[in-house]
């Protein structure tokens, strides 16, 4: 059995997909795009089910990609059961997505989420007359608590087909008269729900369509804009909102009024055109905090009881030496140096994501993005290139001009993702303090506005406003705080830990083989020259494009440094050049796994432009940090 879990951003789907699945997800694009979908295989009462997590959708009826995929995959006829996930506390919009899927005739379960939202509200929700209504079992859950997931999965095998509500006799005449006329082979799921795809013009489904077909839907179209003085599509959902509304009425009593709560009055502070900045500010300080102190613990207590090992077994210059003197030191470097950062960063980050801080951070920036010719939807992409890039750039495509996402796509590599961070923290804030490592973040924030308002000035037209939900604040369970920071460092285990690795074993093979000579003297221009590093840190430039952390672990073996990086590096370079190279490593070449994306997100000459301007920033930047620090006489 297949089930797919549906529903609208900010629903908790996803929570409780989290919940059902574990540990066991596999990630996987949909065929031809870099839209991502979840899915995972449990054993539930002997049964083999799997579980898919669709991409959040408000409707079925939308030109985004996302929501365009996640319906081709309810329309392909692999979909079983279809649990539609709804927020109670917001059950009469959140209805309006429930009737659309009832044109899928599909089986389907309706999950009353966020009950606890709900009761604290005020309302309360007739689940037997819901379900009487609707035709389908309605199991009320909290699914960042687990409550009622259970029932819900017992639930499904009495899923049925929805009953579909219907519209104004005008709108259904519209319907029957489109849809009996289909050709069999341009339908989609059933005909119904073909001839209102035809009738909102929907992209897909005109594109199927002949000349004949599309004049035939214009006809009926057209009677009924000139009948009702509104566009189609208006019609159609201004009716679906009618009957959410009727619906909700009919299931909900309101029974009391809500008092101003808790979670309001932090508001109150959290959006304050004042407050607001300060505690965004010290959020993200905090952050950085903890990721440096619980980083430095977490690393000092692996690296001590390792290092000795490996200076006691795996000396000697024997081909077999050298490659487990590689493997070690990537081990190490992964285990003792990467991960230690890491996995407090993200944890923060998630637990931020959850608690439903990320949307009013976005909310405060839209004027700073405003200056950059962006509004506060590119927040998301900035916030999450905090923790990796690639994502970050994959939802750049929510912004709707190309221009938009061109400039996106230039900046948020600039941002220091969590391997970046691990640089900064584990040299600037492992050598000169937490504090300086903090102002260089602000300086970094500075550099990328600064950058983004030069390619504001070559832009034309203002920069457009934003809309955007704020969904409750609410205290996320650290079961799904845990895994999503889980996924992130398998993610790195599993695939950026062996390049690490393997980078590490070549680089001792090159220098068995007297390779880095070459290379140092080829890149030396730049980093003697205009950077005014060692020559030996050549080396270190080619392996950052695989990972930004591979550099560290390669600074430190070009400079021969064993044991603690921080203090080993503090004895060979100057702050001056440890400035300077820090600033390179994080806003030069994004790692190749992002200019991969870049790639499909962009091709190949978009992709090559913003791979040369990030060179180009980060060459100015550091030849402007050399200069400064030369000034004082710290070079």
Same mark, same amino acid.
């Given at each position: 059995?297949?089930?797919?879990?549906?529903?609208?951003?900010?629903?908790?789907?996803?929570?409780?997909?989290?919940?059902?699945?574990?540990?066991?997800?596999?990630?996987?694009?949909?065929?031809?795009?870099?839209?991502?979908?979840?899915?995972?295989?449990?054993?539930?009462?002997?049964?083999?089910?799997?579980?898919?997590?669709?991409?959040?959708?408000?409707?079925?009826?939308?030109?985004?990609?996302?929501?365009?995929?996640?319906?081709?995959?309810?329309?392909?006829?692999?979909?079983?059961?279809?649990?539609?996930?709804?927020?109670?506390?917001?059950?009469?919009?959140?209805?309006?997505?429930?009737?659309?899927?009832?044109?899928?005739?599909?089986?389907?379960?309706?999950?009353?989420?966020?009950?606890?939202?709900?009761?604290?509200?005020?309302?309360?929700?007739?689940?037997?007359?819901?379900?009487?209504?609707?035709?389908?079992?309605?199991?009320?859950?909290?699914?960042?608590?687990?409550?009622?997931?259970?029932?819900?999965?017992?639930?499904?095998?009495?899923?049925?087909?929805?009953?579909?509500?219907?519209?104004?006799?005008?709108?259904?005449?519209?319907?029957?008269?489109?849809?009996?006329?289909?050709?069999?082979?341009?339908?989609?799921?059933?005909?119904?729900?073909?001839?209102?795809?035809?009738?909102?013009?929907?992209?897909?489904?005109?594109?199927?369509?002949?000349?004949?077909?599309?004049?035939?839907?214009?006809?009926?179209?057209?009677?009924?804009?000139?009948?009702?003085?509104?566009?189609?599509?208006?019609?159609?959902?201004?009716?679906?909102?009618?009957?959410?509304?009727?619906?909700?009425?009919?299931?909900?009593?309101?029974?009391?009024?809500?008092?101003?709560?808790?979670?309001?009055?932090?508001?109150?502070?959290?959006?304050?055109?004042?407050?607001?900045?300060?505690?965004?500010? $010290?959020?993200?300080? #905090?952050? /950085?905090?903890?990721?440096? @102190?619980?980083?430095?613990? +977490?690393? &000092?207590?692996?690296? %001590? *009881?390792?290092?000795?090992?490996?200076?006691?077994?795996?000396?000697?210059?024997?081909?077999?030496?050298?490659?487990?003197?590689?493997?070690?030191?990537?081990?190490?470097?992964?285990?003792?140096?990467?991960?230690?950062?890491?996995?407090?960063?993200?944890?923060?980050?998630?637990?931020?994501?959850?608690?439903?801080? $990320?949307?009013?951070? #976005?909310? /405060?920036?839209?004027?700073? @993005?405003?200056?950059?010719? +962006?509004? &506060?939807?590119?927040? %998301? *992409?900035?916030?999450?290139?905090?923790?990796?890039?690639?994502?970050?750039?994959?939802?750049?495509?929510?912004?709707?001009?190309?221009?938009?996402?061109?400039?996106?796509?230039?900046?948020?590599?600039?941002?220091?993702?969590?391997?970046?961070?691990?640089?900064?923290?584990?040299?600037?804030?492992?050598?000169?303090?937490?504090?300086?490592?903090?102002?260089?973040?602000?300086?970094?924030?500075?550099?990328?506005?600064?950058? &983004?308002?030069?390619?504001?000035?070559?832009?034309?037209?203002?920069?457009?406003?934003?809309?955007?939900?704020?969904?409750?604040?609410?205290?996320?369970?650290?079961?799904?705080?845990?895994?999503?920071?889980?996924?992130?460092?398998?993610?790195?285990?599993?695939?950026?830990?062996?390049?690490?690795?393997?980078?590490?074993?070549?680089?001792?093979?090159?220098?068995?083989?007297?390779?880095?000579?070459?290379?140092?003297?080829?890149?030396?221009?730049?980093?003697?020259?205009?950077?005014?590093?060692?020559?030996?840190?050549?080396?270190?430039?080619?392996?950052?494009?695989?990972?930004?952390?591979?550099?560290?672990?390669?600074?430190?073996?070009?400079?021969?440094?064993?044991?603690?990086?921080?203090?080993?590096?503090?004895?060979?370079?100057?702050?001056?050049?440890?400035?300077?190279?820090?600033?390179?490593?994080?806003?030069?070449?994004?790692?190749?796994?992002?200019?991969?994306?870049?790639?499909?997100?962009?091709?190949?000459?978009?992709?090559?432009?913003?791979?040369?301007?990030?060179?180009?920033?980060?060459?100015?930047?550091?030849?402007?940090?050399?200069?400064?620090?030369?000034?004082?006489?710290?070079?």
């Amino acid at each position: 059995m297949r089930i797919a879990l549906v529903g609208q951003p900010n629903s908790g789907k996803s929570t409780i997909f989290n919940y059902i699945a574990g540990y066991r997800v596999r990630t996987a694009n949909f065929p031809g795009v870099t839209v991502t979908y979840h899915e995972s295989d449990v054993m539930y009462r002997g049964e083999r089910i799997t579980i898919v997590d669709l991409p959040g959708i408000y409707s079925l009826y939308t030109g985004d990609v996302a929501e365009e995929e996640a319906r081709r995959y309810l329309l392909s006829g692999s979909v079983d059961v279809i649990i539609n996930v709804v927020d109670a506390s917001v059950l009469s919009r959140s209805l309006e997505l429930t009737l659309e899927l009832a044109e899928l005739r599909i089986p389907m379960v309706v999950c009353l989420n966020m009950m606890d939202e709900a009761r604290r509200k005020g309302l309360e929700i007739d689940v037997g007359t819901l379900e009487k209504i609707l035709g389908v079992p309605v199991v009320p859950c909290i699914g960042n608590r687990g409550v009622g997931i259970q029932e819900m999965l017992n639930r499904v095998r009495e899923a049925r087909t929805p009953v579909c509500i219907r519209f104004d006799e005008d709108i259904e005449r519209a319907i029957g008269y489109v849809a009996e006329r289909l050709p069999e082979d341009i339908v989609m799921g059933t005909r119904r729900l073909t001839a209102i795809l035809l009738l909102q013009g929907d992209r897909d489904a005109l594109k199927a369509a002949g000349d004949e077909m599309r004049e035939l839907v214009e006809r009926a179209a057209r009677a009924l804009t000139e009948a009702h003085g509104r566009d189609i599509g208006y019609i159609i959902s201004s009716q679906r909102h009618a009957i959410a509304m009727d619906l909700f009425e009919r299931a909900v009593r309101v029974k009391r009024k809500p008092s101003v709560s808790v979670r309001e009055r932090l508001d109150r502070y959290l959006l304050h055109p004042v407050y607001g900045y300060i505690i965004l500010a $010290l959020t993200f300080m #905090a952050m /950085l905090w903890v990721a440096f @102190f619980v980083g430095d613990l +977490l690393s &000092g207590l692996i690296i %001590g *009881p390792l290092e000795g090992a490996g200076e006691v077994y795996l000396q000697g210059d024997d081909p077999m030496y050298i490659v487990l003197r590689g493997v070690y030191e990537g081990f190490i470097g992964g285990v003792g140096i990467v991960i230690p950062y890491m996995i407090p960063l993200l944890a923060v980050l998630g637990f931020l994501e959850d608690v439903g801080y $990320l949307s009013r951070a #976005a909310y /405060l920036l839209d004027r700073l @993005f405003h200056r950059m010719g +962006l509004h &506060g939807k590119a927040a %998301g *992409p900035f916030l999450l290139g905090y923790g990796c890039t690639v994502p970050a750039i994959m939802a750049t495509r929510i912004l709707e001009s190309p221009w938009d996402r061109l400039r996106a796509a230039i900046l948020v590599p600039m941002v220091p993702c969590s391997a970046r961070s691990v640089v900064i923290l584990a040299l600037i804030g492992g050598i000169f303090g937490p504090w300086v490592a903090m102002a260089f973040y602000a300086v970094n924030i500075t550099a990328v506005y600064m950058v &983004g308002a030069l390619l504001h000035s070559f832009s034309k037209g203002p920069s457009l406003g934003l809309v955007m939900e704020m969904p409750d604040l609410k205290m996320p369970s650290a079961l799904s705080v845990a895994k999503k920071t889980y996924y992130v460092v398998y993610e790195f285990l599993l695939f950026a830990w062996p390049i690490i690795i393997a980078g590490s074993v070549v680089l001792e093979a090159m220098a068995y083989a007297g390779l880095n000579d070459g290379i140092n003297y080829v890149l030396s221009p730049l980093t003697v020259l205009v950077l005014g590093l060692p020559a030996s840190l050549g080396i270190t430039i080619v392996f950052g494009i695989f990972r930004k952390e591979l550099a560290l672990l390669m600074m430190a073996a070009a400079l021969g440094i064993s044991g603690d990086v921080a203090s080993g590096v503090s004895g060979m370079m100057s702050p001056g050049q440890i400035f300077t190279f820090v600033t390179f490593i994080t806003f030069y070449i994004p790692c190749f796994s992002t200019v991969v994306v870049l790639w499909k997100e962009l091709g190949r000459r978009k992709t090559s432009l913003v791979v040369l301007i990030n060179i180009g920033v980060a060459i100015a930047l550091s030849l402007g940090v050399r200069l400064v620090f030369t000034a004082v006489g710290l070079f």
